[in-house]
């Protein structure tokens, strides 16, 4: 039976969870998900997991933030002046913005405390620091 290999597309199904068991992601219950390895389409520590599997095999495997989303950097966090966002927004905790960042590209960013004159927003992943679980299944190797 075939072994995934680098190069290969596969579809899985998988289920995320964060260390006090909370789901944050699921495949189940929709189509499977796909993805190319070796094009850094997902985690490093996912990919990995998913090499040498065969159709059919189900693994679990728990990754650290270095083998997930990095660990979350400080520097990414900042404060913005109500005055630079514009007029029409309420903003409140946890919502999500579209900011430009320094070389041009757009970002997105998570607003973590609203003042009356300030609001402070984070451009690390929202997973960025956690230690991650996944179930994984592998369904095909395309």
Not at 87 to 108: F, H, R
Request: net charge negative.
């Amino acid at each position: 039976m075939a072994e995934v290999k680098d190069g290969d597309k596969v579809k899985v199904h998988y289920t995320g969870t964060l260390e006090d068991g909370e789901t944050f992601d699921s495949s189940e219950g929709s189509e499977a998900f796909e993805f190319t390895l070796g094009q850094n389409m997902v985690i490093p520590g996912f990919e990995k997991a998913v090499l040498g599997m065969q159709v059919g095999n189900e693994t679990t495997v728990t990754l650290s933030p270095d083998n997930a989303y990095g660990n979350a950097m400080p520097e990414m966090v900042t404060t913005v002046k109500r005055e630079q966002l514009p007029a029409e927004l309420s903003p409140e905790i946890g919502m999500m913005l579209q900011a430009n960042a320094p070389d041009g590209s757009v970002m997105q960013v998570q607003i973590k405390e609203v003042n009356d004159d300030s609001i402070t927003v984070d451009a690390n992943h929202p997973l960025a620091g956690k230690t991650l679980t996944f179930q994984i299944r592998l369904v095909e190797i395309a």
